[in-house]
C-alpha cells in the first residue's frame, strides 16, 4: 500500500510524492530533497515534531494527504581551539548529522559516536575534543578523553543544556535552570566544585585556555580553574559589577561593563593588566582576543589595544588608520580590522598576519575575516576569498582559488581553513593533516562504487583510496561506525548495493608517555590501525607474535620494556619482555572496553569504562593490585611512579599500590588525601594537590616524599613537576618551593628570590628550569648537569618553551633560534649548529641529544653522535618533517608524506630499516621513554 505526502521548503517550494508503507522515513527524505533539488534537512510534521529517519512511513503514523516541511540547515563548521597543536574539523550538516576530518584521536573521528549524532543543534570544541548538544538537550562527547572528549562521569546532570563552552581542557553547560556542569581536565576548570553554590543563574560563560568565567543574572562574574589563566578574580570582584559581555585571551580575561568601561584580570604579559590605556577604555562596544594581547572597539569606531606588544598588544604603528571599525578577528599573534569601507588594517606579528600589505589591493569590500593560528582568509563581498600571512598555515590558498567562488562561511583550525560554498560543498586548504583536506569525509563519500560480491573488504577499500585520491591508509566504516573487516569478503560483511561507507583518513600525530627505565624500541601505529615495531626485539622491538591481533589499534602504552596496545573494542595486546608487562594473558579475560592505560616501569594498569582498574606485569612494580581491587572503583585517573601506581577515585579519594619505597605505601597520608586534583611522580614519591591548593607527598624522603619542610610553604599550589628525584610547585603568586634530594633540585635556596612570576617549569634528571612570564629563566640543581645557565643567562630572552636531555636543556626563544645549557656531552652545547638554528618550531631529546624541527620542515641535531646527535646520514630524507619521537639513544621522524625517518643508535630504535616498507602512514610513534634517571 502507499500513501501520497506533499513536502513544503520554507520558500514555499513544494513536491507531492508517493511513498510505500513499509519504506523508511529517511527514503522519503532523500526522495524529497532530490525532487526539491535542496540540501539536507530534517523532515518535520505540522505539528513541528521532528520524524525519525529509521522508522517506517507507517511507525511515523504518516497518511496520504499530510504536509511534511524539510527544514533545510546551512551547514555549521567547528574547530578544535584555544591555540590546540592539533587540527580537527567538525561539520554540522543540514539534517542534524555530524561529518569529521582531521586528527584522529583529537575529534577527528566521531565514528564511535556517530549512532548518537543525530538531530545535533550545537557543536564546541575545547584543544582536543567536540561536545555537541542534541535536540532532546543532551549531549554527546567525542576527542581526547582527559580533555573533555570523554564525558560519563557527568553524563546524568547533561540534561536539558542550554550552551557549553570551553577552555583547553575541559568544557561548562549551562542548563535550563542557569546551574553548571563541568567535565574534562580538572586543572583546567573541568572541576567546578570550589564555586559550586555560586554557579547559580548563569547567562552566558567565557573560557580562556585553563579557567572559565560565567557572567550571572545580577551582572555578577564567578570564575574558577586555574589561577595562572584567570581563574581567580578576587583582585577585581568589586570591580565586576553589571558586565555585559566578556573576552578572553590564552591566560586572561576582559569585562564589559554596563557603562562600557573594561576590568581586566589574569596574566598580566597575556593583557590581564589593561592599567596602561585604562583612561581609553571608555564606551567599549566589543573585545577581541589574540593569544597574548586585546583590542578593543569604542562607540566611535577607533581601537584600543593592550597585552602583548608581540601578539598585536601594541597597535600604535597603525593607529591612524583605524578608524570606523566595524569588527576585529586575531590569530594567535596579530589583528585584522575591517572599517567601515570595506578596507582592512592589520597589525601584530607580520609573519603570522600583522602584515597583509602583498594583498593590500585585493583586499576590498571585505564582509567577514577568520583566522588559524599564523593566517588569515577574508570572504569578499562577491563569495571571493584573500589570504594572506604563513603559507603553511592556510595563508596560502593558490590551490583552490579557482573553488573559491560564492564562500557563505570559513572556519578555522590552528594550521587549516574550510569555507563553505553557496551550495553547501566545502573547500579546504593550509596543512593537510591539521585538516586542510576534508576528501575522506567530502560528500561523505556518496561516490558509488561497483564491486564483486565475493571479492574482500580490503580490495574495496584500496580502490576507495584510489578513486577518492588519498594516500594515506585508513579505515573502512559502515553507516553504524562499525570498522569492517578487511580479511572477510563483501558478502561476508553483508554489503548490499546502495550502502553508504565512510573511509576514516587519519592525519599524523606523535604522542609520548615518558617512562623510566632501559628504552630501546619503538611502536608505529599506521592510519589503518595496524602496528609496525623495530629497535631491541626482547623489549618490544619485535610484536610478530601478536601481529595478526594488532589490527584497529586506537593507542599505545609503553613500560621500560614492553608495549600495551588497546583495540578499537576495547581489548588490549601486549608484547615485549614479559617481567616488563609484556604478557597479559592472566589478566586477559579482564581486558574489556578498556579507556585508557598507565605504566610504570615494569607493569601496566587499565582503566576500564566501568571504573574498575585491571593490573599485570612485575608484582613488584605494580603489576599486583589484588590487595586494594576492592577499594579501585570509580577510577578517574592513574599516575606512575617507576614501581608503584597511584589512582584518583571519583570521590577524589586516592589508592596506591605497588613498591612500598616507590610510594605504593600511602598508609601514612591516607586521611590527608581528600579532595585530590591531580598527582605527580618522581623517580620514587608521589606529590598530589588538593583542591584548597594544599599538597599531600608520600615515599622515600630522598625521592621528595617528605614535604614537611615547606609545608607551611605549600599553600594555593596550581602545578607541580618533577625531578627524578625532587619536586617543584608553582603557587598562584608565581613563587616556587621546592623539596626533595638538593642535588636533583630539591633545593632552590641559592635562586629563591628570582623565582617570580613563573610560568612554567621544565625538569632534566638533576636540575629544574624555570620561564618566567617576563621570557626570562632561571635554574637550580647539579650545575653542570643544567642547573647553572649562568653563562647563557645574557642570551635567554623571550623564552617560548625548554626542552631538557638527561643532564642538559635547550630553549627557543621567541624569534626561533635557539640556546643550550648543561653538560655538553648530553647536548649543553648547541655551537657546532648554532648557526643552522634558526625559525626552530620545536625540539625533542634523547638522553643525550637534542633534534629540533624548523619551520621549513628541516631538522638540525646536536649532542652526543650515538644517542642521535648526528643525522648527517640521513640529512637529505629530514624533510617536511611533522613530528620527532625519542628512545633514550634515537630519534624517530613522521615525514610529512607519512613515512618515518630514523637515526642514533641501532639498538635503541635508531635503524627502522628491516621495517621500512611498512612504515608509510605512520598515525604514532611510541617509544619507551626518554627516562630520567
Known sequence: MSIFVDVHLLSGKSASLEVEADASVESLKNRAQSALVTGRGRLLKSSGEALDGAKTITEAKLMSGDVLTLHENQVQLTAIGHGSPFGAFAALLGDGSVATWGNAGYGGDSSAVQEQLKDVRQIQASACAFAAILGDRSVVTWGYAGFGGGSSAARDHLRDVQQIQASGGAFAAILGDGSVVTWGDARWGGDSSAVQDQLRDVQQIQASVGAFAAIRSDGSVVTWGDASFGGDNRAVQDQLRDVQQIQASLRAFAAILGDGSVVTWGDATFGGDSSAVHDQLRDVQQIQASHGAFAAIRGDGSVVTWGNAHRGGNSSAVQDQLRDVRQIQASNRAFAAILGNGSLVTWGKARKGGDCSAVQDQLRDVQQIQASHGAFAAIRGDGSVVTWGNAHRGGNSSAVQDQLRDVRQIQASNRAFAAILGNGSLVTWGKARKGGDCSAVQDQLRDVQQIQADASV???????????????????????????????????????????????????????????????????????????????????????????????????????????????????????????????????????????????????????????????GCPDSGGDSSAVQDQLR????????????????????????????????????????????????????????????????????????????????????????????????????????????????????????????????????????????????????????????????????????????????????????????????????????????????????????????????????????????????????????????????????????????????????????????????????????????
Open 458 to 616: 580490503e580490495s574495496l577499500k584500496h580502490r576507495a583510496q584510489s578513486a577518492l585520491a588519498v594516500p594515506s591508509r585508513g579505515r573502512l566504516a559502515n553507516s553504524s561506525g562499525e570498522v569492517l573487516d578487511g580479511a572477510q569478503t563483501v558478502t561476508e560483511s553483508k554489503l548490499r548495493s546502495g550502502d553508504v561507507l565512510t573511509l576514516h583518513v587519519h592525519p599524523a600525530q606523535v604522542q609520548l608517555h615518558a617512562t623510566t627505565g632501559p628504552c630501546s624500541a619503538f611502536a608505529a601505529l599506521l592510519g589503518d590501525g595496524s602496528v609496525v615495531t623495530w629497535g631491541r626485539p626482547d623489549e618490544g622491538g619485535d610484536s610478530s607474535a601478536v601481529q595478526e591481533q594488532l589490527k584497529d589499534v586506537q593507542q599505545i602504552q609503553a613500560s621500560a620494556g614492553a608495549f600495551a596496545a588497546i583495540l578499537f573494542d576495547g581489548s588490549v595486546v601486549t608484547w615485549g619482555d614479559a617481567g616488563f608487562g609484556g604478557c597479559s594473558s592472566a589478566a586477559q579475560d579482564h581486558l574489556r572496553d578498556v579507556q585508557q592505560i598507565q605504566a610504570s616501569e615494569g607493569a601496566f594498569a587499565a582503566i576500564l569504562g566501568d571504573g574498575s582498574v585491571v593490573t599485570w
Open 634 to 933: 570509580d577510577v578517574q585517573q592513574i599516575q606512575a611512579s617507576s614501581e608503584a601506581f597511584a589512582a584518583i577515585l571519583g570521590d577524589r579519594s586516592v589508592v596506591t599500590w605497588g613498591y612500598p619505597d616507590c610510594g605504593g605505601d600511602s598508609s601514612a597520608v591516607h586521611d590527608q588525601l581528600r579532595d585530590v586534583q591531580q598527582i605527580q611522580a618522581s623517580h620514587g614519591a608521589f606529590a598530589a594537590i588538593r583542591s584548597d591548593g594544599s599538597v599531600v607527598t608520600w615515599g622515600p624522603a630522598h625521592n621528595g616524599g617528605d614535604s614537611s619542610a615547606v609545608q607551611d610553604q605549600l599553600r594555593d599550589v596550581q602545578q607541580i613537576q618533577a625531578s627524578s628525584q625532587a619536586f617543584a610547585a608553582i603557587l598562584v603568586d608565581g613563587s616556587v618551593v621546592t623539596w626533595g634530594y638538593p642535588d636533583y633540585g630539591g633545593d632552590s635556596s641559592a635562586v629563591q628570590d628570582h623565582l617570580r612570576d613563573v610560568r612554567q617549569i621544565q625538569a632534566a634528571v638533576h636540575a629544574f628550569a624555570a620561564i618566567l612570564f617576563d621570557g626570562s629563566v632561571v635554574t637550580w640543581g647539579t650545575a653542570d648537569r643544567g642547573g647553572d645557565s649562568s653563562v647563557e643567562q645574557i642570551l635567554l630572552r623571550d623564552v617560548q618553551q625548554i626542552q631538557s636531555s638527561w643532564a642538559a636543556f635547550a630553549a627557543i626563544l621567541g624569534d626561533g633560534s635557539v640556546v643550550t645549557w648543561g653538560n655538553e656531552d648530553y647536548g649543553g652545547d648547541s655551537r657546532g649548529v648554532q648557526d643552522q638554528l634558526t625559525n626552530v618550531q620545536q625540539i625533542q631529546a634523547s638522553a643525550q641529544a637534542f633534534a629540533a624541527i624548523l619551520f621549513d620542515g628541516s631538522v638540525v641535531t646536536w649532542g652526543h653522535a650515538d644517542t642521535g646527535g648526528d643525522s648527517s646520514t640521513v640529512q637529505d630524507q629530514l624533510r617536511d618533517v611533522q613530528q620527532i619521537q625519542a628512545s633514550s639513544g634515537a630519534f624517530a621522524a613522521i615525514v610529512g608524506d607519512g613515512s618515518v625517518v630514523t637515526w642514533g643508535d641501532a639498538h635503541s630504535g635508531g635503524d627502522s630499516g628491516a621495517v621500512q616498507d611498512q612504515l608509510r602512514d605512520a598515525q604514532q610513534i611510541q617509544d619507551q621513554g626518554a627516562c630520567l634517571g
